[in-house]
């Protein structure tokens, strides 16, 4: 999908980094059913493109994403969201993307907008940033994983005691209980999780796919079956050049030259 076909969206790239921002100012980027199509197009082509070794996740202007938007979803019934498959017919491709993708959360991820975040392999966050699932005050729950990703990524009571009263936290927090990897001034968040996910992309695409893959199978199954997952998916990796190419750069002191085979 060429980049001039977005509508709430700017995709643009740097250097090995896709990066998308989600844009619908007047909405305080609400997530529409346009707007989640449309990241799911946007993934899908950086997820096909070689040049692209890792992806950026963030909004425009005072808010990552306020949620879903609830003017679209006020008039549905149970059977509309039923037979539509609502939230699971284009919200999913980040919990399908084998690239990493940063969410790096500027302001605020709320509701929708916080279990977006969550979906993405690790966030960085403003000091401006605000986290919350506030949907409890809607009549409903988190429906796109907040109970079951918030709950895993920092224990039950945190999770409780935000889904439950609907409270926000802001990115001091948000660190201290292991929501997000790390907090920047809101000047430097984007140069920095640019330089991450640089870092990041110019790696072995293998091993990076391997570790992401990994690093989730770890909320799937049991430490054993985990580790032994683990333990062939690095026994794998020594069947690929990036492999040779790194360990022998080690041992002659230079910079592994990686080409992803």
Known sequence: QPMSEYQCLKVETRGRVGIITMYRPEALNALNNQLTSE???ALRAFEADPDIGAMILTGDGKAFAAGADIKEMQPK??????????????WEELTRTR??????VNGFALGGGCEFAMMCDTIFASEKAKFGQPEIKLGVIPGSGGTQRLTRFVGKAVAMDMILTGRMIDAEEA?????VARVYPPEQLMEETIKAAEQIANYGALAVMAAKETVNRAYETTMSEGVRFERRLF???????DQQEG????LEKREAKFTGR
């Open 247 to 250: 360990m022998a750069a080690f």
């Open 99 to 104: 690239k990493p993708v940063i969410a790096a």
């Open 77 to 90: 019934t149970f059977s509309v969201v039923y037979s539509e498959e609502f939230i699971t017919a284009t």
């Open 235 to 241: 026994h794998g990796l020594f069947g690929t050049a």
């Open 39 to 41: 990241i799911t197009a």
């Open 175 to 179: 660190l201290r209980i292991g929501l």
